[in-house]
Nanobody, 124 residues
Framework: QVQLAESGGGLVQAGGSLRLSCAASGRTFSRYPMAWFRQAPGKEREFVALIRSGGSTLYGDSVKGRFTISRDSTKNTVYLQMNSLKPEDTAVYYC??????????????????WGQGTQVTVSS
């Protein structure tokens, strides 16, 4: 089992930027995909971004061109750089990983380890 801990959330004005971090421990970090999800009040948890072990990335449609996911295997940390933030980006952001050989980013059940979440609030 892996432990995940997010940090970097906060309050920012629309158009601003934030960088989230997720520190992982407990298993070989670089072998597994790492993802970010978010959940706004009253809404389902939504896929944001994923980075595979080989470094390729995938983004949700609502964040393409504005968010960038990256990983530093020397620090066992994955990052989410969020630019041009909008009020609709307000949510709790979660880091997650999957130990499954096959997974779908639209199925949160395929991700078996989650962090506690960090709040991002974008004011208009």
């Amino acid at each position: 089992q892996v432990q995940l801990a997010e940090s970097g959330g906060g309050l920012v004005q629309a158009g601003g930027s934030l960088r989230l971090s997720c520190a992982a421990s407990g298993r070989t970090f670089s072998r597994y995909p790492m993802a970010w999800f978010r959940q706004a009040p009253g809404k389902e948890r939504e896929f944001v971004a994923l980075i595979r072990s080989g470094g390729s990335t995938l983004y949700g449609d609502s964040v393409k061109g504005r968010f960038t996911i990256s990983r530093d295997s020397t620090k066992n940390t994955v990052y989410l750089q969020m630019n041009s933030l909008k009020p609709e980006d307000t949510a709790v952001y979660y880091c997650a990983t999957s130990s499954r050989p096959y997974y779908r980013v639209d199925n949160v059940g395929d991700f078996d380890s989650w962090g506690q979440g960090t709040q991002v609030t974008v004011s208009s």
